[in-house]
């Protein structure tokens, strides 16, 4: 049990050594008024440093939400541009506001409202550095199948949510939600094409590096 608190406390100092932006901030209040769950700070900050890489250049994102995460991205470089796509008009048009406020030139950003289903094909294959998935669990599979088309040789896929609040772990749970993401973590762990790791971040980050 000691282990176990001491484990907790490091994840919340982790959680907490990073400070959020005033407008990320205010990002997150108004994603909270309108029930969206938007990432943490610390995974905001890990997004923020692969934006940063130097091979990162066209970002691709689902769930828009308020633009909290959409700002972390933009944030690693300022010659990055970001497509990003949600369901919910109310919040990109908030998203679009933040990022305006933030300073961030309308040329490096592109809001799409609609499904990822219908969406996400229609972007170009090999064509983007990193992608992240925030999408619905529930469509994360297509998604995932979808944005191993669109990255480069190299490239970045970060799924977020990835352990599901601690519900993916344990193996009794057999939600939807939690069964399609344990599922996918285990088809994406398996795959040949890509180097794939799950990160204990928040609330778990699934990433992969294309490798053909």
Known sequence: MAQAHEKAASWLYAEE???DQEIARSAREYAAELGIEPLSVATCAFLTTLASLPSVHAIAEVGTGTGVSGLALLAGASDSTLTSIDMEPVAQNYAREAFTAQGIRSARFRLINGRSADLLPRLASNSYDLVVLDGDPLEAA??????????????????????NHDLVADPVRRDAVTVALRDLGHELLAQETVVASLLPLSDGVLMAVKKS
Do not use: C, N, S, W
Not at 145 to 163: F, N, P, Q, S, Y
């Open 17 to 19: 050594a990073v400070l």
């Open 142 to 163: 297509g998604d995932v199948e979808e944005a191993l088309r669109m990255l480069k040789i190299g490239g970045i896929l970060i799924v977020t949510h990835a352990l």
